[in-house]
């Protein structure tokens, strides 16, 4: 009887159903890899988010300097007097008795 080189032998049924489990493992890290939520795909998304939440942190940043700077202004110790009478105007519609007022429409 004639013997089969070894490259020629059948697979046994379990290496090909291992090699296929890990072939669509391999695959499926690929995919993620792609077209994942932090894949190569996303890669120009997250950019443009990263960019858009730098602008609003800048906003947020300049929003937050010039009310830190009205509650210096602000403070009992020593309060800025235009301050003082402009929210008072504005709050308590109180006005001098030479001033005019023009409501705003």
């Known amino acids: 009887m ?7 032998r059948l697979k046994l049924p379990r290496e090909s159903v291992t090699q296929s ?3 669509l493992a391999l695959l499926f890290m690929g995919a993620v890899a792609i077209a994942g939520p932090s894949g ?5 998304e997250n ?10 942190v ?5 929003e937050r300097d010039r009310l830190k700077n009205r509650v210096e202004l602000l403070d009992p ?15 308590l519609n109180v ?9 705003l429409r």
């Not at 190569?40 to 120009?44: V, Y």
């Not at 110790?77 to 709050?91: C, I, N, S, Y």
């Open 2 to 8: 004639k013997r089969r080189p070894a490259h020629h």
């Open 21 to 23: 489990l890990a072939l």
């Open 40 to 44: 190569a795909l996303a890669w120009s």
């Open 47 to 56: 950019a443009r988010l990263l960019e858009q939440r730098q602008t609003e």
């Open 58 to 62: 800048a906003q947020l940043s300049a």
């Open 77 to 91: 110790r020593h309060a800025d007097p235009d301050l003082v009478g402009e929210l008072l105007r504005k709050d």
């Open 95 to 103: 006005a001098h008795p030479d001033e005019l007022v023009i409501p």
